[in-house]
C-alpha cells in the first residue's frame, strides 16, 4: 500500500480468495472482514466497548461522511481531533465519500463536471460536494481509510449512463488522489460499470491505471440486480483487482454474499442489514432467520442460537428477546444487534480459518 | 422481618435518618436505596450487568405486575421458573401490585369491594385484579417483596374518597395477608389516606396493627400535592412506621426528595425520573440538570458531569450525547439512562455515608 502506517499482506489463498491483515494506524484488520456500519457517529444501539469485545471484536468500522458532514457539522467532530474521539472508537475508521448518499437520500439540485449540489434530507438546507471537498470532510473526520468521491448511477440506469458515471469517476478518482490527505489516511478508488462484464473490467483498468490508490473498491452492487448476476460478475471481476491491495466490495450483504463474494477474491465487506434487520426483528442464526415476532417464540426458554457464544444467546430466551421486541424495548435492538453482528463476525472468522485450510467447528 | 430469608438490621441512625442492610434471598439491599423502575422486564435501555456493575450496583430493581401480567402473560414469566430468570437478573426483585397502574393506565370498568374490573391499555380487553388475584400474579413473578394491592385515590381526591380508600386497602391488606405466597417473598403494606397528617396517622395504624407486613409502605404521594406539604408530612410520619422493618416511599421522586425523605426515616424509594427524564433528554450532573438539546452543549468537548465515575461521563462528551439525541439514536438513551441511574445512586451512597457519619466527598 502506498501510504505511510499501512500494510496488507496475503497470508494463505484458496481459489481465488485469500486471507490477509490490513494494517492501519489503529489496528490490524484480518481479512476477509465485515465492517459494522456506524452512519451517524454509532454504531446503532452499540457502545464501542461491545463492537471491540471477542467474540464480535470488530477491526474497523464505517463512518458515513454525508451524514456526519450534514450533523453534527465538521466543527464539531474537529473539536474533538476527529472522529475517533469523537465516537470514543479506538480502532480503524473507513469513511465513505458522501457519494452514494447523495445520489440516495438527498435532494439532487445540480450534477455537473465540478460535483453534485443537493439538499440535506434532513432540514432541507443546500450543500455541495465535489471530490475535493469529500476529501476535505474526510480529512476532518479523520478517518483510516477514505474513499474517492464517486458518481453511482441508479440501479436501473442504461449503458449511457453508466458510460458516462464510469467517466466522471476516473476524473473524480483523479482528483481525489491530488488533494491533500492527512498523515495516516489511505485512499481507495472505486470501480463502477453497471452489471455488465467488459464496462466493469474496462472502469476497473481505468482507476487501477492510475496506480496511486492503497486498495479498491467496486461500487455499484446490490442496487437491484439479479443475484446469479451478481455473483457472476463477482466471479469473473473480483479476482482482478490488484493482488497487492485490499479489495473492497461497497454496501453488500447477506452471509452467502459474503461468503460469495470472498469466495471470488473480496477482503472487505460494509452493509446496513445485520444492524437494521436487528432492529426489524429479523435475526440471523445457524438455523436459519429467525422473525423475532414470530408466535411460535411467545414462551420458548431457548436461546435465539444455541451455537451462537453472544451475550445475547448465553443471557436470554427467545420469549425474552420476543416481549422486548413487542414492548418496542430498547433493551431489544441491543440485544439483537449485538447478536446479528456477531453472526457476521462468526461467519467472516469461519471463512478465514476455511481459506486458511484449518479445521474449524461449522 | 417476619418472612424466612429476609432481614432488616438498621446500622446507623442520624434524627430520624438511618442506614440499614434488608437481606433478601437476593442479596442485601444497602439502605437507603433507590430502585431502579424495570417496567416491562427491563430497565429501559439497560442490560442487567450494566445495573449490578459499579458505580450503579443497584441491587434491587421494581417489576409492574400490571405490564407483565398484561404482557408477556404470566405462562411466559412461568415457563422462566419467574421474573428473575426471564430477565437475566440475579439480584432482587420488588413488585407492585397492579393497583397503581389500573387506577392510573387503564380504563376502569367497575370497582366494588372484591376488586376492580379493568380494559388493558394495550388491545382493550378486559381483566379483573383483586388482593387475591395480584397476589398469585406476584407468586408466578416471584419477585422477593410483593406489595399489598390497594386503591389509590386520585391526587385530587377528596376526604371521603380517601377515607373510602384508607377502608379498602385496609379490608384488602387483610386479604393479600391471607392469600399464599411463594417460600422466600416477602410482602410489605401500603398506607394511603392523602395529605391530611391526621389521616395518614389513623391508616398506619390500621395497616401496622395488621401486625404481619415485613415492610411498610407509603403510597400515593407525589400525586400533585405542594412539595412543602409532602415534606411536612413525611417530616410527620416517616418516622412513626415501625423502626425495626423497612419503610418504602413509592414513586418519590427527584434528588432532593429522596435526600428529604431519608432524612425523615425513609429506606427504600422507586421512580421513573431518572431514566424517563434521561431518554427526554433531562440529564441530572453535580452541576445542575442539563438539558441535553441545549445549543451550547454543540460542540462542549467537556464529559457531561465531571464529577460523576460512570461510563457515559468517562469516555463521551457533551457535545457526543447531543449528537445522539438531535439523530434520535438509540446509544444516547443508553448514555444517558446509565449516566442518571448513577446520579441517584452516588446520591444515595452520599446519604447514607452522612447518616453513618462518614467522610465523603462532596
Not at 91 to 110: C, E, H, M, P, W
Not at 125 to 146: C, F, K, Y
Request: glycine residues 10%; contains cysteine.
Amino acid at each position: 500500500m502506498k501510504t505511510s502506517g499501512f500494510s496488507f499482506r496475503v497470508t494463505a489463498r484458496r481459489g481465488n480468495a485469500r486471507t490477509g491483515v490490513l494494517t492501519t494506524p489503529h489496528g490490524d484488520i484480518l481479512t476477509p472482514a465485515f465492517m459494522p456500519v456506524g452512519t451517524q457517529g454509532t454504531v446503532k444501539a452499540m457502545t464501542p466497548g461491545e463492537l471491540a469485545a471477542p467474540p464480535l471484536d470488530a477491526r474497523v468500522i464505517l463512518g458515513n461522511t454525508y451524514h456526519l458532514y450534514l450533523r453534527p457539522g465538521l466543527e464539531v467532530i474537529a473539536a474533538h481531533g476527529g472522529l475517533h474521539r469523537f465516537a470514543g472508537w479506538p480502532r480503524a475508521i473507513l469513511t465513505d465519500s458522501g457519494g452514494y448518499q447523495v445520489f440516495s437520500l438527498a435532494t439532487l439540485n445540480k450534477i455537473d463536471e465540478d460535483g453534485v449540489t443537493f439538499r440535506s434530507h434532513i432540514d432541507g438546507s443546500q450543500h455541495r460536494l465535489t471530490p475535493e471537498r469529500s476529501m476535505e470532510i474526510q480529512a476532518v473526520l479523520g478517518s483510516d481509510i477514505a474513499m474517492a468521491f464517486d458518481q453511482c448511477p441508479p440501479g436501473d440506469a442504461g449503458p449511457p449512463e453508466h458510460d458516462l458515471a464510469m467517466a466522471r469517476t476516473t476524473r473524480w478518482a483523479e482528483r481525489c488522489l491530488k488533494s491533500t490527505r492527512p498523515p495516516g489516511q489511505a485512499l481507495f478508488g472505486i470501480v463502477q460499470g453497471g452489471p455488465d462484464a467488459a464496462r466493469r473490467r474496462a472502469h476497473m483498468q481505468e482507476i487501477v491505471s492510475l496506480g496511486d490508490f492503497d486498495g479498491h473498491a467496486l461500487g455499484g452492487f446490490s442496487v437491484g440486480e439479479p443475484l446469479p448476476v451478481m455473483y457472476a460478475l463477482l466471479d469473473e471481476i473480483a479476482h482482478e483487482l490488484p493482488e497487492d491491495r485490499p479489495r473492497y466490495l461497497m454496501g453488500v450483504g447477506t452471509p452467502p454474499d459474503l461468503e460469495h463474494a470472498a469466495r471470488a477474491g473480496i477482503d472487505l465487506f460494509d452493509c446496513v442489514m445485520p444492524t437494521r434487520n436487528a432492529r426489524n426483528g429479523n435475526l440471523f442464526t445457524s438455523e436459519g432467520t429467525v422473525v423475532v415476532s414470530n408466535a411460535a417464540h411467545r414462551a420458548d426458554i431457548r436461546p435465539l442460537d444455541p451455537e451462537c457464544p453472544c451475550e445475547t444467546c448465553r443471557t436470554t430466551s427467545r420469549a425474552y428477546l420476543r416481549h422486548l421486541f413487542m414492548a418496542k424495548e430498547i433493551l431489544y435492538s441491543r440485544l439483537a444487534t449485538l447478536h446479528n453482528l456477531t453472526f457476521y463476525a462468526r461467519t467472516m472468522a469461519r471463512l478465514r480459518a476455511e481459506i486458511a485450510g484449518e479445521h474449524t467447528a461449522a
